[in-house]
């Protein structure tokens, strides 16, 4: 199953990282970015470097997602020194704009680092076609609050719906799992959560960035396919096995190569 939920968590507030974990988040983001003050920086590396280091299984490290600073900070190279050390495998790269730069921290890393390149701005997405065939990207994610600020746009709904659109596209173009959508900023408000969420999916993003844990579960289940889909599923390709080489219909619709994919698809999610 590919991963919906990727839950944020402050590198400087250590007590919390084994509650995000104990959620039903798919991914744990330690955030050493903008979570974290100028300030508090290398103690907050430091921090997250002996807990990955002390307290983690393998399997528990497999769902933990490291944001490093920005390429070009004064944090960035001892934040991939720190991650290349504790063997995480995945690593958030914000402001991702170019993909020399995600070719350089890719060789920076461990063989099996992946990066998630989080597109937050103009010159990002002007340049996402080849931030997405850059060796090593696993997946894309929009940073839409930062992309609006900008771009000059005020809102992150329907106003971002052709952004949105280039997200799925160069995603699929590139051969990556479907994008992952910005954060919903309304943290107890569910109804916002679920709304964002489905709509997310509808646009053919594929998970969700969360930023306070009761965000998990409507990501989790907006991002999955209904019952309803899932029987269909069920229906379409018992009726495929049961007639293989023959014209098959499903609720008196012609079932076709596209239709059977989707079924397919919803099958294995």
């Known amino acids: 199953m590919i991963a919906r939920s990727f839950l944020f968590v402050p590198g400087d ?22 979570a974290v003050a100028i300030d508090a920086k290398a103690q907050a590396r430091a921090q997250v470097a002996q807990w990955l280091q002390t307290q983690l299984s393998d399997e528990t490290r497999e769902r ?34 170019d993909a020399a730069q995600l070719a350089n921290i890719a060789a920076r890393c461990a063989d099996r680092v992946e990066l998630i390149a989080l597109v937050e701005s103009v010159a990002g997405v002007v340049r996402m076609r080849e931030i997405a065939q850059c060796e090593r990207v696993a997946r894309l994610a929009f940073g839409s609050f930062d992309f609006g600020v900008d771009a000059g746009i005020d809102g992150t709904g329907r106003e971002l719906d052709y952004v949105r659109s280039q997200f799925v ?6 051969g990556l799992p479907p994008p992952l959508d910005g954060v919903t900023l309304a ?58 080489r023959g014209a098959i219909s499903v609720d008196g619709k012609l079932v076709d190569k596209p239709i059977v994919d989707r079924a397919r698809r919803i099958q294995a999610a």
Not at 18 to 32: E, F, G, N, Y
Not at 169 to 174: C, D, P, Q, V, Y
Not at 214 to 234: C, H, I, L, T, Y
Request: glycine residues 4%; hydrophobic residues 50%; charged residues 30%.
């Open 13 to 34: 507030r250590p007590e919390r990282f084994d509650k995000a974990l104990a959620t039903r988040a798919h991914r744990v983001v330690i955030d050493l970015e903008d």
């Open 64 to 97: 933990v997602v490291i944001r490093v600073n920005a390429y070009g900070t004064p944090w960035h190279e001892e934040d991939i020194a720190m991650m290349r050390a504790a063997n995480v495998r995945a690593v958030m790269v914000p402001k991702a704009e």
């Open 169 to 174: 596209i160069e995603s699929r173009f590139a």
């Open 187 to 244: 943290t107890g408000d569910i109804e916002a959560i679920n709304a964002d969420a489905l709509d997310a999916r509808r646009f053919g993003f594929g998970g969700k960035l969360c930023i306070h844990p009761k965000q998990v579960d409507a990501v989790n289940d907006g991002f999955a396919p209904s019952a309803a889909e899932r029987e269909w599923a069920a229906r379409v390709l018992a009726a495929l096995e049961a007639n293989p």
